[in-house]
């Protein structure tokens, strides 16, 4: 269903779309990666409060003190070493009353120092009687109901028994207590409470939420500014190529900017470049192959005009001379329509061809010696048609071609020669090089030659001027060989001979 769903989207979306999935992805991730982070930093805390916990206790069973006001007060100045890493150590006796607190003592800071021993018993005295002073509503006052309710809940969960942590979140402070009872003598005497100011937490968290987030609005802006360009120079100029390729099938007279991304120097200039000229040429191809069609369908009407008017007058007439005569007729025609839509097939089949074959480099010498010879063994046996090949004594004619077409163009100018050619005369094809490096074909022939004052009308499709023997030929042959030369890179020009005959010359661009 998403892959439906992408497939609807245009790439700019998609792009957008699955930018959003990797950052909820990631922001999913960054949130269970923020919630491990508290415990994990909460979880070393406790540890150090669960090992002051035990030391206390191991310390209240060895000095066998009693869990009341009195001997708690005492001892909390004598062993305040313990609690010098907290902040605050509350105890309460079994029955939830407040004995003992540390915010409650003015601890001298020379009983933090290694001399503990020399100052412990002077100031044991002092600190208790300040003690004594203080009022107990000020003890009170403490958050200590807040610890009695939690307490309560302590003794009343199935943690009883075992260390438990929790926080105190307010506006300016983050608070971790641990809380834990107290067993001497196999029986629970009281509770321990340990409270900490744990604000460098929440500035931790707080560090790696800002960076987060800060780093989250580099990346949507990367995101939003690299969709920007990835629209604007690509997305939208691929679009106008689409658009030109609509309009060019639509035969719309739309106009488009292709033109602006042709001028571009990178792939997308180069896609641009390569569209338009496909299809310019298919255009070309269009028009040539209704120019075709149309040429094609007026050269079939004549023919058949006259076997429709054959067939008529010999249905009705019983004369055997002029029945014979209309029977060649038809036969002519027959063979003339039946040309016309064999050479026609075939030309179509060779422009398909040759849009994917290779040019490669060849031998014009071999190539036109083994033409001459083919038509050789059947014109010379059958009309007395001698045909030569003059290499001027080289045989150094190479060009890049293709083999095939190269011997479709050479016996397409025989075939019009021959056809011109009366019987025992000499066709000569001559190959020589000009100064340039240029190789020349040329194919001269003995008979009547050119009537056209502008021999370039010959190489269209389906000129008149055709041998009587029309049957035998399209029109097609020299054009063929036109499109087949320019497909060469070269080029044909066709004249008379001084004393007799034509001459077709082709110039090979050298390799």
Do not use: C, W
Not at 236 to 264: A, F, G, L
């Amino acid at each position: 269903m998403l892959s439906n769903f992408l497939k609807n989207l245009s790439i700019l979306k998609k792009f957008l779309f699955i930018n959003l999935i990797i950052l909820l992805v990631i922001g999913v991730l960054t949130l269970l990666y923020l919630r491990s982070i508290e415990p994990s930093l909460i979880k070393n805390k406790v540890s150090n409060h669960i090992q002051t916990i035990i030391n206390t206790t191991d310390h209240l069973k060895r000095l066998k003190i009693n869990l009341n006001v009195e001997e708690i007060r005492k001892f909390l100045v004598s062993t305040r070493f313990l609690f010098q890493n907290l902040d605050r150590v509350v105890l309460f006796d079994s029955n939830f009353i407040l004995i003992g607190d540390t915010d409650t003592l003015d601890l001298d800071p020379r009983s933090f120092s290694p001399k503990l021993e020399i100052f412990e018993m002077d100031i044991l005295e002092s600190e208790v009687k300040k003690i004594e002073q203080k009022e107990l509503t000020l003890l009170e006052s403490k958050n200590i109901s807040f610890l009695k309710d939690k307490l309560i809940n302590y003794v009343n969960s199935s943690e009883f028994g075992k260390p438990i942590a929790f926080t105190q979140d307010t506006y300016e402070q983050f608070f971790l207590f641990t809380i834990k009872n107290i067993n001497i003598d196999e029986k629970n005497s009281g509770y321990i409470v340990i409270q900490e100011n744990a604000n460098e937490i929440r500035v931790a968290i707080n560090e790696r939420k800002n960076f987060i987030l800060r780093t989250a609005a580099i990346v949507v802006v990367v995101i939003l500014i690299f969709s920007f360009v990835l629209n604007r120079y690509f997305l939208k100029p691929i679009k106008n190529i689409v658009n030109y390729t609509n309009i060019i099938k639509e035969k719309s007279n739309e106009k488009t900017n292709i033109e602006n991304i042709k001028k571009r120097n990178d792939e997308l200039g180069v896609l641009s470049k390569s569209v338009d000229e496909m299809t310019k040429e298919l255009n070309k191809r269009i028009t040539s192959a209704e120019n075709f069609s149309t040429d094609l369908v007026h050269e079939i009407r004549n023919p058949l005009a006259s076997l429709k008017s054959a067939s008529e007058i010999i249905s009705d007439t019983e004369n055997k001379d002029l029945r014979e005569k209309l029977i060649k007729i038809i036969s002519h025609d027959v063979e003339r329509i039946e040309r016309l839509v064999t050479d026609y097939s075939q030309m179509l089949k060779d422009e398909a061809a040759i849009s994917s074959e290779q040019m490669k480099e060849l031998d014009l010498s071999l190539i036109a010696s083994s033409v001459v010879d083919d038509y050789n063994g059947v014109y010379n046996s059958k009309r007395g048609i001698s045909i030569k090949l003059n290499t001027n004594g080289s045989k150094d004619y190479k060009i890049l071609g293709i083999e095939n077409r190269v011997e479709q163009i050479i016996a397409n100018l025989l075939d019009n020669s021959i056809s011109f050619s009366k019987d025992n005369q000499e066709i000569e094809v001559e190959l020589k090089k000009d100064k340039n490096g240029y190789i020349n074909l040329n194919v001269i022939d003995q008979g009547e030659g050119f009537k056209e004052t502008d021999t370039n009308k010959i190489f269209n499709r389906f000129y008149s001027n055709r041998p009587e023997k029309f049957g035998e030929h399209s029109g097609l042959g020299l054009n063929i060989v036109k499109n087949l030369v320019d497909l060469h890179n070269g080029q044909i020009h066709a004249s008379n001979n001084e004393d007799k005959g034509a001459k077709i010359e082709i110039r090979f661009p050298k390799v």
